[in-house]
């Protein structure tokens, strides 16, 4: 074998090693979106507890959890946020209580929704307004046309009851859903 022949063998090896160095992370980047499909973002959370909710009065709750980006991961941070309306009083049983849970996400263009004494739940963003129920507030009642392509967003919640303390608490489970759709779209 003569130096040319080690130099071409040399080449080779060094050019197919670089090529693997690059492929194995390209390829592992293509087929991520296949391996998140099957994932579930949903988080669920003990928000607030029952008693400290009045009939009526919507209460926003921030959902904490676990966020990575390109290279660090995040343990403990704010990941959304949620308003909690309670719809029973104090004489119903916490068992029995009824709940309601929205995103606090517009679903028209993602803005987050504020809460209005006068007329519900709105979206400063694009003049969005929702009533209490999340439906959205009627055109004829608002005076002009009412951006958002559906009601809010809700969320499955449950009441709990805390082993040590007994105290109750709402849980929340909470995803984030695709805007801008007529239909309510968990987001991948």
């Given at each position: 074998?003569?130096?040319?022949?080690?130099?071409?063998?040399?080449?080779?090896?060094?050019?197919?090693?670089?090529?693997?160095?690059?492929?194995?992370?390209?390829?592992?980047?293509?087929?991520?979106?296949l391996?998140?499909?099957?994932?579930?973002?949903?988080?669920?959370?003990?928000?607030?507890?029952?008693?400290?909710?009045?009939?009526?009065?919507?209460?926003?709750?921030?959902?904490?959890?676990?966020?990575?980006?390109?290279?660090?991961?995040?343990?403990?941070?704010?990941?959304?946020?949620?308003?909690?309306?309670?719809?029973?009083?104090?004489?119903?049983?916490?068992?029995?209580?009824?709940?309601?849970?929205?995103?606090?996400?517009?679903?028209?263009?993602?803005?987050?929704?504020?809460?209005?004494?006068?007329?519900?739940?709105?979206?400063?963003?694009?003049?969005?307004?929702f009533?209490?129920?999340?439906?959205?507030?009627?055109?004829?009642?608002?005076?002009?046309?009412?951006?958002?392509?559906?009601?809010?967003?809700?969320?499955?919640?449950?009441?709990?009851?805390?082993?040590?303390?007994?105290?109750?608490?709402?849980?929340?489970?909470?995803?984030?859903?695709?805007?801008?759709?007529?239909?309510?779209?968990?987001?991948?």
């Amino acid at each position: 074998m003569n130096r040319r022949s080690v130099l071409k063998w040399i080449s080779r090896a060094i050019g197919w090693t670089t090529a693997l160095i690059v492929a194995i992370p390209g390829a592992s980047f293509i087929t991520a979106p296949l391996r998140r499909r099957g994932q579930s973002d949903a988080i669920r959370q003990r928000v607030v507890k029952l008693a400290n909710l009045r009939v009526g009065e919507p209460t926003q709750v921030a959902i904490t959890g676990s966020r990575q980006d390109a290279w660090v991961h995040y343990s403990a941070e704010i990941v959304g946020r949620a308003w909690v309306v309670r719809e029973t009083d104090e004489s119903v049983a916490p068992q029995e209580a009824r709940v309601k849970v929205f995103s606090a996400v517009c679903p028209h263009l993602g803005c987050v929704v504020q809460f209005n004494t006068e007329r519900g739940f709105n979206c400063p963003c694009h003049k969005a307004f929702f009533e209490l129920t999340g439906k959205p507030v009627p055109e004829a009642e608002l005076g002009h046309k009412n951006p958002t392509p559906r009601g809010l967003d809700d969320l499955q919640c449950q009441l709990v009851e805390d082993e040590q303390t007994g105290e109750w608490w709402v849980e929340v489970q909470y995803e984030k859903f695709e805007y801008g759709l007529t239909a309510k779209v968990v987001r991948a």
